[in-house]
């Protein structure tokens, strides 16, 4: 993550990386020699497979079914949940999946994958709020995989109140593009979060959730 060319002596600092392997075959056995730096979900075809333990540095895969899919998409999603401030490790922590690490599919070498800055600051979620929507399905599996949520909440007049978010499980908010901060609700310790009356308007307000597992039905603003 941190060798990622982003800008002058600098690479991706926080956020989520997405590497992504095409593939004409669905393989039966994926190789993962070298370890992810941190949370990572596998994804294939961008459903959710299963979530790679941190550290360990070789894990087989083997999806149970094979793809109908003329090119079969491999994902691997890492999310950076934070470093150490303290200790000699601390100038030595990377995240992202180490630089001398390989994948292989069938045995089969990659060579050629492609890499997605997911670092959700003010710039990247501007972005995001210029692309066209589409409608939260009545029915989703159980686990889906990452995914962006956005709706808007118009307020007549504004205070502080407490956020809420029943059902989901696993992201990120962001108020009008500022990032409130990670829930996790079956992990907790948060289950509400304050909202300070300055990151409110009069009128509409953007309200953006990255659920990394599954959406809840709905949202709620409490002022007490």
Not at 26 to 48: C, P, Q, W, Y
Not at 72 to 89: C, L, T
Not at 194 to 214: A, D, M, Q, R, W
């Amino acid at each position: 993550m941190e060798e990622l060319s982003f800008g002058p002596n600098h690479g991706q600092r926080y956020g989520f990386i997405l590497y992504r392997l095409r593939s004409n075959f669905s393989a039966k056995e994926i190789h993962v020699h070298g370890h992810f730096n941190d949370r990572t979900m596998f994804l294939r075809d961008h459903v959710a497979f299963t979530i790679l333990p941190p550290g360990v540095p070789a894990v087989n895969l083997k999806p149970k079914t094979d793809s109908n899919q003329s090119t079969v998409i491999y994902d691997f999603f890492v999310e950076n949940e934070g470093r150490q401030n303290h200790n000699v490790e601390m100038d030595n922590e990377r995240k992202g999946f180490e630089s001398s690490g390989n994948i292989t599919l069938d045995g089969h070498l990659v060579t050629d994958y492609e890499i997605y800055s997911l670092e959700f600051n003010r710039t990247f979620m501007a972005k995001i709020n210029s692309l066209p929507r589409q409608p939260i399905p009545e029915t989703v599996p159980v686990w889906q995989g990452p995914e962006l949520y956005i709706t808007t909440v118009n307020f007549v007049e504004v205070a502080d109140v407490w956020l809420s978010l029943p059902g989901w499980k696993k992201g990120q908010i962001f108020i009008n593009d500022f990032n409130l901060g990670r829930y996790w609700n079956e992990k907790g310790p948060r289950t509400k979060f304050f909202v300070p009356k300055e990151l409110l308007k009069i009128g509409k307000n953007h309200i953006s959730l990255f659920e990394t597992v599954y959406p809840g039905k709905s949202i709620r603003f409490d002022v007490d």
